[in-house]
């Protein structure tokens, strides 16, 4: 096996892996305050992908600029999501909450069916083939400034969590939503805060990608999965095991194509999985199992 | 009750002779879901264990007994069987993989999701079993090969896996195992208290609905004509497996039949008017709409209410 394409694969997984942290992030975020799977996540994302096809379409708007707007839509999605459906089965069996968001996927997913059709799209910019040689690796340009934006973005989730004042509410009612409700704090609006944010992580993700990557609403269902993969592998509940477990499962995948075959790539982060259901099954980086 | 649903059995049995084949398909796809579902029903509706990756017991039956009758001639009523033991040796290690390391609500879901889809990447690698473009098998028109040129018989052989598969669940309703599932899923900490082993009970649900599901996949290969990994290994038919027991209500005998018999026609119909005017994926978003307006509003199922009108309306007459 040759070292360089072995480096290769790497470079480019780390890279890409930013979005993958990104959507993990939001993820975890979501099941940590509110215990809520959402399984409408990589449909969400898919959404993200859409508007900044349509923006950049439209308007000319770069995904790298466009991807704010996304997060921002996203977030009064996720809002919506939170005020109007899961916040009236928040006491609910678990399977009932997971039966309601399959059913808020189904509507997201094959909605974008029916609006842009089965077709792969991608966000066309200008530097989308730039690359700059690193010795005998290259960097791809717009893989890099993905990376960049996405550690950008994880760290001001982590200013609003742990600085802002509504931050440390939402993560006094993950730790005990009685409490928080005691010492007065709007557990509502917490909820519908911590729902919409998770939703424009995953949003502003599905943005980045859609420069990277053709997407089509047929790929929701995959990220959703990919997403719960990283999650359960850095750890439920943990938002640095997320961040974390987004890039070694990136590198994993990119590794696993040149090793064994591209279409296996996500083999490897299910078998991935499958090791850490049955030999951690708290995660890498989590305190407790679920 | 008894008698509605004996007299609804009759008029199944002579319906046709009276319908054309074509409405026969439908009621062939209403069986043959009720009957997945209600495989389904005995793990995710009274064992509250939720399965997302039921495809893959389809699938594995399918892909078995379709294999063994290409390769060595072996004939699909036959296969089936093996199928069936496939799925419910695939079962078994999910059920122990899961249930051993007490993976609970969604974790299990994962595990289930992950499991078929490692099934459908392997099958589509597998140029034996004809890769990504799957099986396409050759009509024949013999019945020992499980192909029929009279959709009737077709019919009578859905019917049959519906009454017995739902024959069955009645049988473990009222059975020990039944109730330990059902003790099971209402508290599991209290249930493993009072000393039912809820490990072995878990795993012998799922073994048994692996192997009820598998052999489904024999009807599904020969119903259909073809196998492909992304079809008969995905999550759209898990979706379609779970959404009938849940919607007719789950951990019910007869909620599976009557999902399907609500869910399937509308599937039908709007396959035809829907897709075939461009709108494909639109039954989806009605899917996904219904699922969520039964969550929050009818959150056992219809089964529960159907029963309790009925009741009413006996108290009423008499």
Redesign the interface.
């Known amino acids: 096996m040759n070292p360089t394409l072995l480096a290769q694969a790497a470079l480019n997984g780390l890279l890409f892996g930013g979005i993958y942290s990104l959507m993990a992030v939001g993820l975890s975020l979501i099941f940590g305050v509110m215990r809520v799977?959402n399984i409408a996540h990589g449909d969400m994302m898919v959404w993200g992908s859409y508007l900044a096809f349509l923006l950049a379409a439209r308007f000319g708007l770069d995904p790298f600029v466009s991807f704010v707007l996304c997060a921002g839509a996203l977030f009064a999605l996720g809002v919506l999501v939170q005020r109007g459906?899961v916040g009236?089965?928040l006491d609910?069996p678990?399977?009932?909450q997971?039966?309601?968001m399959?059913?808020?996927?189904?509507?997201?997913?094959?909605?974008a069916?029916?609006v842009f059709g089965?077709e792969t799209r991608r966000t066309e910019t200008a530097y989308g083939l730039a690359t700059v040689w690193l010795g005998p690796v290259f960097v791809d340009l717009p893989r890099l400034v993905t990376f960049v934006l996405a550690l950008g973005l994880a760290l001001a989730l982590y200013l609003f969590l742990f600085r802002s004042e509504l931050g440390m509410l939402m993560r006094a009612a993950a730790d005990n939503a009685y409490g928080a409700l005691v010492v007065g704090a709007d557990v509502g609006r917490v909820y519908a805060v911590a729902f919409g944010t998770g939703a424009a992580c995953v949003g502003a993700a599905g943005a980045l990608l859609s420069a990277l990557l053709p997407f089509s609403?047929a790929s929701g269902?995959p990220q959703t999965?990919t997403s719960?993969?990283i999650v359960?592998i850095g750890g439920m509940g943990s938002l640095l095991g997320a961040f974390l477990g987004g890039i070694l499962v990136a590198v994993a995948e990119n590794l696993g194509a040149v090793l064994i075959?591209p279409?296996?790539k996500?083999?490897v982060s299910?078998?991935l999985?499958?090791l850490i259901?049955?030999f951690r099954?708290q995660g890498l980086f989590g305190g407790r199992?679920? | 009750m008894k008698w509605a649903v004996a007299l609804a059995v009759v008029v199944l049995l002579v319906l046709p002779q009276l319908v054309g084949s074509y409405l026969l398909t439908v009621f062939i796809f209403i069986f043959f879901y009720a009957y997945l579902g209600q495989a389904w029903n005995l793990l995710g509706g009274y064992g509250g264990q939720i399965s997302l990756g039921h495809a893959a017991f389809v699938g594995i039956g399918a892909y078995t007994s379709t294999y063994l009758a290409m390769t060595y001639q072996l004939s699909p009523w036959i296969g089936m069987f093996v199928g069936g033991v496939a799925a419910a040796l695939l079962g078994a290690v999910v059920g122990y993989l899961g249930f051993r390391f007490g993976l609970r609500g969604f974790y299990f879901i994962l595990l289930t999701v992950a499991v078929a889809e490692i099934c459908r990447l392997l099958v589509a690698h597998t140029e034996a079993l004809g890769g990504a473009l799957g099986i396409f098998i050759t009509f024949t028109g013999d019945p020992w090969q499980f192909q029929f040129s009279d959709n009737r018989a077709y019919y009578y052989v859905a019917l049959g896996l519906m009454l017995g598969a739902t024959g069955l669940v009645a049988a473990i309703e009222t059975s020990r195992l039944g109730a330990y599932l059902a003790a099971i899923r209402e508290d599991e900490d209290a249930a493993e208290a009072l000393g039912v082993n809820a490990f072995r009970t878990k795993l012998a649900a799922i073994v048994l609905s692996a192997f009820l599901t598998g052999l489904g996949g024999t009807f599904y290969a020969n119903y259909l004509f073809s196998l492909q990994p992304n079809t008969a290994f995905g999550i759209p038919l898990s979706v379609e497996i779970i959404l009938r027991p849940i919607v007719g209500g789950g951990g019910t005998l007869l909620g599976p039949v009557l999902g399907s018999f609500i869910l399937s026609p509308l599937a039908e119909l709007s396959r035809i008017y829907l897709a075939r005017g461009g709108w494909s994926g639109t039954h989806l978003v009605a899917y996904g709409l219904l699922l969520i307006a039964v969550v929050l509003f009818l959150p056992r199922g219809a089964y529960p209410h159907l029963a309790a009108a009925l009741a009413r309306r006996r108290r009423r007459t008499s």
Do not use: D, K, W
């Not at chain 1, 399959?102 to 909605?111: D, T």
């Open positions: 799977i459906l009236r089965v609910a678990h399977e009932m997971i039966l309601l399959l059913g808020v996927a189904l509507v997201l997913e094959n909605l069916l029916v089965p609403p269902f999965v719960f993969n359960i075959a279409s296996l996500e083999l299910f078998v999985l499958v259901l049955l099954p199992a679920g």
